[in-house]
């Protein structure tokens, strides 16, 4: 490796056991990405300029995996089976009804709803007539609906029987809107005082499906996602059909979350948030059985799904697998046919690492990301030199985000953007970069988040080991700065929850006279448990630095959460912006 380097006369400072341990000197300058363009006296190389194209994908499903399931648990209650090949003439009947209500390519289509076989026809219908599917997630608050939908401009919303009531709401404010598609038959039409309300299966049962998609240019847009927005208003990230399909390419490799035509898949995280991580592409890509879960994640409705189903992989939120492995734990139940189940959104808890994969036999597979990285960033899984390592040692590395998929790249940087080395110690603002990595916001808003050499400031604060997994200690602005030293509230939160007792932990920063700022953990008790501040500080003793400990540890019944499942910081900070730790008096 080092001789390799050599080769470019560079020195390999900072190499450590991993050969992977390369500091900004060792890597050589982090030049700008090249711009596309061919310089005078470079040959362009013979080969096609086929454009990627989403619509393509269920071209495909339909061709080669046309007789290959999709499972929906419908809104409207029972199970439904379709095919690839219905979706794809279905979702052609969408592109046509679209056209024939005025939309035009380009247009910002939007879905309001949760998994089902519906939405999915939806999502490919609009995209296929060149317009653009814009998910809004239905847990914002309405004036972040408005906000959002206004924003956008879009024309159309498609949205289930369940949320008609939230647009009755927030409909009178949507100054672009001319229609609401509710994605169910004539029978289950809700009564509304809604006058646009159009029935779906009337939509697109009046067309034939005798339709091309439109062709465009890979990087047009196609898909539109806003941020949660927990400061200032939501912006939106503007994927093109080019970036969707190589983060689906590039998180589907080995190390990665690969699917199988044997694979049946679980898509329990939501179409509205940045593309059910890329299941809604890699399911038809591969001729994967989609099943949908519509809008009942709770345990015993996924564990229904996942059995009956023969469910091999599923991908959510660690919320959702603590409720399901509570109702497997209290009936006793077991997981034989699931092979893997990725995990991301908010860190990996060590309960669930453990109980998935040393109890039920499930491999876990940490996911780190974000909205503006389509989302796929890090997926964790273990190198060829770690699969004999001891198991302890393993958990550690798996409690990782883990490496970022080709052609990601990742830094850490300090606070004069200077790179920090990869030695699992030194943690730093972590910076990406990528074909499918955001270069700004849909119209502008927020300006251009990239550095000079054209990564992206995630906001998150991160270690990067000398083997290259990347571990996530805070977002930028919960780290708690304690004497000038930076304190992990995710380290200390992930033990806090491995307490038997414990539901749920979060740790904020707190003023302190000295220190400036000391550690107060939050704790919600598991129901009709009670637990004291002792037996939580016994239970982290040993497990963390003497000086992370925290000064207070204070109980409350309910954890205030955002519209995409994480602990809201900011609303804990407000709660207890009077709290004067025991220490601070
Ligand atoms: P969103 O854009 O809503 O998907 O939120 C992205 C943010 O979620 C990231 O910047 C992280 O702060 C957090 N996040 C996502 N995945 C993980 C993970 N595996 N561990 C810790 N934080 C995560």
Known sequence: MAGLFDLFGRTSGGTTAGGGAKTEAARGPVAAPASGEMPAGVLAGIMQDVQLSIPSILDHAALYHGDREIVTR?????????????????????????????????????????????????????????????????????????YISNHAENPYIFTDVTFVPLLEQVAP???????????????????????????????????????????????????????????????????????????????GVGDGMPLRSRDSVLAVVPMFHANSWGLVYSAPANGAKLVLPGMRLDGPSVYELLTGEKVTMTAAVPTVWLMLLQHLEANGLDLPVLERVVIGGSAVPRRILEAFEDRYGVEVIHAWGMTETSPIGTLCVLRHDQIDLPREEQVRVKLKQGRPIFPVELKIVDDADKELPRDGR????????????????????????????????????????????????DRAKDVIKSGGEWISSIEIENI??????????????????????????????????????????AFLEGKIAKWWMPDDVVFIEEMPHTATGKIQKMALREQFKDYVLPTAK
């Open 74 to 146: 419908t809104i409207e209650g029972p199970i439904h089976r379709t095919t690839y090949s219905d979706i794809h003439l279905r979702a052609r009947k969408v592109s046509q009804a679209l056209r024939r209500l005025g939309a035009k390519p380009g247009a910002r289509v939007a879905t309001l709803a949760w998994n089902t076989y519906r939405h999915l026809e939806a999502w490919y219908g609009i995209i296929g007539m060149g317009g653009v599917c814009h998910t809004i997630n239905p847990r914002l608050f309405h004036d972040q609906i408005v």
């Open 173 to 251: 404010h949507l100054t672009h809107l001319k229609g609401i598609i509710v994605l169910t038959d004539r029978a289950h039409m809700p009564a509304s005082s809604l006058k646009n309300l159009i029935c779906y299966e009337e939509l697109i049962g009046a067309e034939d499906g005798r339709f091309d998609w439109v062709r465009l240019p890979e990087t047009a847009a196609a898909g539109l996602c806003y941020t949660s927005g927990t400061t200032g208003n939501p912006k939106g990230v503007l994927y093109s059909h080019r970036s969707n399909i190589l983060m689906m390419l590039a998180a």
């Open 426 to 473: 030194a943690f730093g603002r972590l910076m990406i970069r990528g074909p499918f990595i955001a270069k700004g916001y849909f119209k502008g808003e927020g300006g251009v988040p990239l550095d000079a050499a054209g990564y992206f400031d995630t906001g998150d604060v991160a270690t990067i080991d000398p083997k290259g997994f990347m571990q996530i200690t």
């Open 496 to 537: 806090a929850v491995g307490h038997p007792k414990v539901a749920e932990a979060a740790v904020i920063g707190l003023f302190h006279p000295k220190w400036d700022e000391r550690p107060l953990l939050i704790i919600v008790p598991k129901p009709g448990e009670s637990v004291t501040k002792e037996e939580i500080l």
